[in-house]
């Protein structure tokens, strides 16, 4: 293994969707990719919104992928790793208590807001003395506690957007702790990400904000930040952001709509890339394809239909022991040589069921050319159905009638199935049966 090592730190308070699968997929595609390590973090220190459900979904998310994580930990268990570090940045000077209320604070932003300038802290509480302090608290009043940005421009080489400088003078300095103790994110990921030794931080563009005063908090700490990324927002595909369906799409909708977890990983790997899509069977593939210096800056459009196209090639190229044990929870029992005769006409793998109620449960057949249905009903060769019987028999039937072409096969097609358009009809012969064909064939339902 290398020293490489990520985590995807999802905060249990929702399912996941395909904007934060995606950056799990990305952290543990590089993770592979370099023969590193993945870890699983779960931010669950939000207490009000965290549930066990959501974190049992998430994991049911990365099972499904297929993404195995090396090692988890989760923040509800380091309180007192972020309460040391708190002390550590107090020790400091870098952390500094605060008494403001939450409505004080917001008058202060109005206030500013409506003087033309930015609504940044103003630092207030740095001026606060001893007697005002103990004052607010005998008042019951509890402090929380900001981190002293220093005014510079951060700068980092951010391994999807390059150069990146960020004036610090333009940012509040961020609250660590709450006044009721709880600790806030951005320090706590600080914390983590030092004590858990990860090399490279990769998330959304929409943290790029955090991670400027990040890396004042790493440095802080007396740790150097490791190296970042962030990627580009997924958006549909106009360009706009993620429509409301779309953003809350979860991963469970995408599994029960017949997407497979290939596909998906297939399009999350590129969208954001001006690499093709490449429709990949196994998320091994999709690692040997990977390159995360090939994402832009640019938005990642995220579009369904692409999904679907893409899940259409996947599934066409699944073999039997890949969907085996699904096609028996159907009950569709043709084993291999059902589904190679249906698989490339199939959008998703529960199709294969559709298709196998067709050969074998009565259907409502359709009778387009009743010359064309009789004749194949009389001339339907003895002995075995297999699928090489198809061209001597409708050679005959074409004989018989004068009928050649679509003339021919759509009326034995409607016949045969009720339907317009599916596989290819030979080698389901033999799943109908040959009571079933003939009676079909004389427009009766069987
Ligand atoms: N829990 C944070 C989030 O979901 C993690 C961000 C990070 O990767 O640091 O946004």
Request: charged share 25%.
């Amino acid at each position: 293994m290398s020293d490489v090592k990520v985590r995807f730190a999802p905060s249990p308070t929702g399912n996941l969707h395909v904007g934060n699968l995606r950056t799990a997929l990305v952290n543990y595609l590089f993770a592979q990719r370099m023969g590193g390590h993945f870890m699983l973090r779960i931010d669950d220190t939000d207490t009000d919104r965290s549930t066990p459900e959501f974190e049992a979904s998430i994991r049911a998310d990365l099972n499904w992928m297929g993404m195995k994580w090396d090692s988890e930990d989760r923040q509800s268990e380091r309180l007192d790793r972020y309460d040391a570090a708190l002390a550590d940045l107090v020790a400091a000077g870098r952390a500094y208590a605060c008494y403001e209320t939450p409505e004080e604070l917001a008058l202060k932003r109005k206030a500013q807001l409506s003087a033309g300038r930015p609504p940044v802290y103003d630092r207030a509480a740095l001026k606060l003395t001893d007697d005002q302090k103990a004052a607010f608290e005998a008042e019951g009043r509890r402090p929380h506690w900001r981190f002293l940005l220093e005014d510079t421009d951060v700068k980092w080489t951010d391994m999807v957007r390059g150069d990146v400088s960020y004036h610090m003078s333009s940012l509040s300095d961020p609250v660590l702790m709450r006044e009721d103790g709880r600790v806030i994110y951005t320090m706590a990921s600080v914390v983590d990400d030092i004590d858990h030794g990860i090399t490279h931080i990769i998330r959304g563009e929409d943290h790029v904000t955090n991670s400027a005063a990040q890396i004042q908090l790493f440095e802080a700490l007396g740790a150097t930040a490791p190296k970042m990324g962030h990627v580009a927002l997924l958006a549909g595909a106009d360009g706009e952001g993620l429509s409301k369906r779309l953003g809350s799409l979860s991963i469970a909708q995408l599994r029960d709509e017949g997407m497979e977890p290939s596909a998906l990983a297939s399009l999350l790997a590129r969208i954001g890339t001006s690499d093709p899509v490449v429709p990949q069977v196994s998320l091994s593939d999709v690692v040997d394809g990977f390159d995360l210096s090939r994402f832009g800056r640019a938005t990642a459009k995220f579009d369904p239909d692409e999904l679907g196209q893409v899940n259409a090639r996947v599934v066409q190229q699944l073999g039997f022991e890949a969907v085996a044990e699904r096609l028996g929870e159907m009950k569709v029992d043709g084993g291999a040589a059902f589904w190679v005769a249906v698989r490339d006409n199939l959008s998703t793998v529960v199709e294969a069921g559709d298709w196998w109620q067709v050969c074998t449960q009565t259907i409502t057949p359709e009778i387009e050319d009743q010359a064309v249905t009789d004749a194949a009903a009389d001339l339907l060769p003895e002995g075995e159905l297999q699928a090489d019987i198809w061209g001597a028999w409708t050679k005959a039937v074409a004989a018989a009638t004068g009928v050649k072409g679509r003339g021919l096969f759509m009326p034995l097609r409607l016949a045969l199935t009720g339907r317009r358009t599916g596989p290819e009809i030979a080698p389901l012969l033999a799943f109908m049966g040959r009571d079933r064909i003939l009676a079909r064939l004389r427009g009766e339902a069987a």
